[in-house]
């Protein structure tokens, strides 16, 4: 890192924060305002509008079903019954 005096010049310090702005997901860095199947490129552009610690909405409640639809959890035994699945695939394997 190029330096003056010990200190880092400008150009290094502005790359290693640029470089470091990649590693963050969005400038919202608050979970709790992120929906469900959003980025937080959406957060952060204003088109997710949802206050922090929010209850889940239609459209994640949505989404999380058909989720676990898709694992296999509903109509045979819900979350219990996906579990049994699991752990009954894993023992045989």
Do not use: H, N
């Not at 909405?57 to 989720?67: D, N």
């Amino acid at each position: 890192v190029p330096t003056r005096g010990g200190v880092p010049c400008q150009a290094a310090v502005d790359a290693a924060y640029d470089l470091l702005q990649q590693c963050l997901p969005g400038e919202e860095q608050d979970a709790t305002k992120l929906e469900m199947g959003r980025t937080y490129e959406q957060v952060d552009s204003g088109e997710v509008r949802r206050e922090s610690g929010a209850p889940p909405t239609e459209r994640e409640l949505s989404v999380a079903g058909g989720a676990l639809e898709g694992m296999g959890a509903r109509g045979s035994g819900g979350k219990r019954g996906l579990l049994k699945r699991l752990f009954r695939i894993g023992a045989s394997s």
